[in-house]
């Protein structure tokens, strides 16, 4: 059951900031129509569909977690409970509803709607937010490491969405200019980062009571030092694309390998985000 629950995290965060950060990205990387248009709304309604499936999964194992019987994932009346009666179940409530209408959005004509489609998907990827370790707390407390979480999912959500589309552009470049892509890819970049450390930094503050958590090589603090090891791998390969932008037209297949590979390890964080939102830390006082 903890490791269904972990696949079923991954997959529902992978989709669900991979679909917020691509569409938030899109009309800053490329102005107007593109030839990629077509594509990345295919790739949305197959992210949406993913996500409403995992999403549906996770309701079904926090159903036999909280009752200690697998069977009860499939029963109805159990099911309503987890809905009516636990906070888990009023917040996702509205996250698949969100996820039902954006799937909705994305298969209908209004699919061409930017604004619908960013407050959709940015509303799904908020209500992600109070179900991990933002629960953890009460009172006012509670409310602003929730919405310090809600700021976090958004630059990571938006660097990952965006390393996505940006792969797209670089394995069919016709039409773009590259060079002015990545120079405003990387300009963006740098603020996301800089919101990704502040807001990871107070989630460990308030969540450990610590700067870092001890001991270092077990438990929650081990699988946050992986993460951060994966985060500092990505900035090292963002800071050579950055270098290779002066003549990058002549490096396509060299820089879309990097941005390839940064965007993997990308997800290879979220993996251990997955990972971390089941074990727990140890809460300040």
Not at 99 to 121: D, E, G, K
Not at 131 to 156: K, P
Request: aromatic share 8%.
């Amino acid at each position: 059951m903890p490791d269904a629950m972990v696949l079923c995290r991954f997959v529902h965060f992978t989709v669900v900031l991979m679909l917020f950060g691509a569409w938030v990205f899109k009309p800053m990387l490329s102005r107007g129509e593109s030839a990629l248009d077509a594509s990345l709304l295919r790739i949305s309604r197959w992210l949406v569909a993913v996500a409403l499936v995992s999403g549906i999964a996770w309701l079904l194992l926090i159903t036999a977690t909280l009752t200690g019987r697998p069977d009860a994932a499939f029963d109805p009346e159990m099911i309503g409970k987890v809905l009516g009666k636990t906070f888990f179940g009023e917040v996702w409530v509205w996250h698949l509803l969100l996820n039902v209408m954006l799937m909705a959005v994305l298969w209908a004509p209004l699919h061409n709607h930017q604004p619908l489609r960013l407050i959709l998907s940015g509303l799904l990827l908020a209500t992600l937010a109070p179900v991990g370790h933002g629960a953890l707390l009460d009172g006012l407390s509670g409310q602003l490491l929730i919405l310090n979480q809600i700021v976090h999912l958004v630059c990571v959500g938006a660097w990952l969405g965006g390393l996505m589309w940006l792969v797209m552009i670089l394995r069919q470049p016709v039409g773009h200019d590259v060079r002015a892509i990545l120079r405003r890819f990387s300009g963006i970049g740098y603020a996301l980062v800089a919101g990704l450390l502040i807001t990871g930094l107070i989630n460990v503050r308030v969540l450990t009571g610590q700067f870092w958590p001890t001991p270092l090589f077990s438990g929650f603090a081990l699988i946050l030092l992986i993460k951060v090891m994966l985060v500092t791998l990505m900035l090292g390969l963002a800071l050579f694309n950055r270098i290779q932008v002066e003549g990058c037209e002549q490096r396509l297949g060299t820089l879309r390998a990097s941005v390839m590979l940064e965007w993997l390890l990308g997800i290879g964080a979220v993996a251990a985000v997955s990972l971390l939102g089941t074990l727990p830390p140890m809460i300040a006082g």
